[in-house]
Nanobody, 114 residues
Framework: QVQLVESGGGLVQAGGSLRLTCAAS????????MGWYRQAPGRQRELVAS???????NYVDSVKGRFTISRDNNKNTVFLQMNSLKPEDTAIYYC????????WGQGTQVTVSS
């Protein structure tokens, strides 16, 4: 069974930084393009960043230049470095595959105060 465990969220002031970490089951991580998603209250879950096994990245326009996704294929871990955080980044952040999905984890709450 695929397991996805997110961590690293917290409360930060606008302009601050956080680094999110996601640990995935090895079998899933090996085949998957991985992504970070977020869901704000009253809104649909959206994909904000993705990374292929080879390291090709993509970002939604709202986070370009501020967020950086990376992965460690040896440790089955994917990261999201978030800089210059804005209040509108407040959401629960999840990791999962892109196109191939495991069960969603509990996510990690990111709250950005103005």
């Amino acid at each position: 069974q695929v397991q996805l465990v997110e961590s690293g969220g917290g409360l930060v002031q606008a302009g601050g930084s956080l680094r999110l970490t996601c640990a995935a089951s090895e079998s899933f991580f090996m085949i998957a393009t991985m992504g970070w998603y977020r869901q704000a209250p009253g809104r649909q879950r959206e994909l904000v960043a993705s990374i292929t096994r080879g390291g090709t990245t993509n970002y939604v326009d709202s986070v370009k230049g501020r967020f950086t996704i990376s992965r460690d294929n040896n440790k089955n871990t994917v990261f999201l470095q978030m800089n210059s955080l804005k209040p509108e980044d407040t959401a629960i952040y999840y990791c999962n595959g892109v196109g191939v999905y495991g069960a969603w984890g509990q996510g990690t709450q990111v709250t950005v105060s103005s």
